[in-house]
């Protein structure tokens, strides 16, 4: 049974990047959560697909230490903007002119185990021929 008090407990996420030295808060669960496997975002995350949660700019509370930005244009020719940490360089943030509103945190800046699984793989025709993804995940062939 849950508690009326639990059930109106406010939000609160906090991703980081690996020295901790840039922080987002965030009081909000996200929209939605997807992985892409564009060729692009293999080589962004250095791994085989991005993983990001998606919420309404509006759930950001806070940004904390210093960060730098860099855009490229995504396949659609409009630009995606990843925020980085200016120690450690991991990308603990990503706005895209294409979602204007909207801010994107890698779910791995979390660091939690229970975070939601993608609802969506993004370019899985670019997808590593081994990533097989649960039952559920919505493959799509591009975007």
Not at 126 to 142: K, S
Request: hydrophobic share 40%; aromatic share 12%; proline share 5%.
């Amino acid at each position: 049974m849950t508690i009326e008090s639990d059930r109106l407990k406010p939000i609160s996420l906090n991703a980081a990047c690996s020295c901790g030295s840039l922080t987002v808060t965030l009081n909000a669960a996200p929209q939605s959560v997807h992985a892409c496997s564009c060729s692009a975002c293999q080589r962004d995350s250095g791994s085989a697909f991005t993983y990001t949660s998606f919420f309404a700019e509006s759930a950001v509370v806070a940004i904390e230490g210093e960060h730098r930005n860099w855009r490229r244009t995504a396949a659609s020719g409009r630009w995606i903007e990843s925020s980085f940490c200016a120690r450690c360089g991991n990308t603990v943030f990503r706005r895209w002119e294409a979602l204007p509103g909207i801010f994107g945190v890698p779910v791995g800046c979390f660091a939690d185990p229970t975070f939601a699984a993608p609802a969506k793989l993004y370019f899985s025709s670019q997808r590593n021929r081994w990533l097989i993804f649960p039952a559920g995940v919505e493959l799509i062939a591009t975007q």
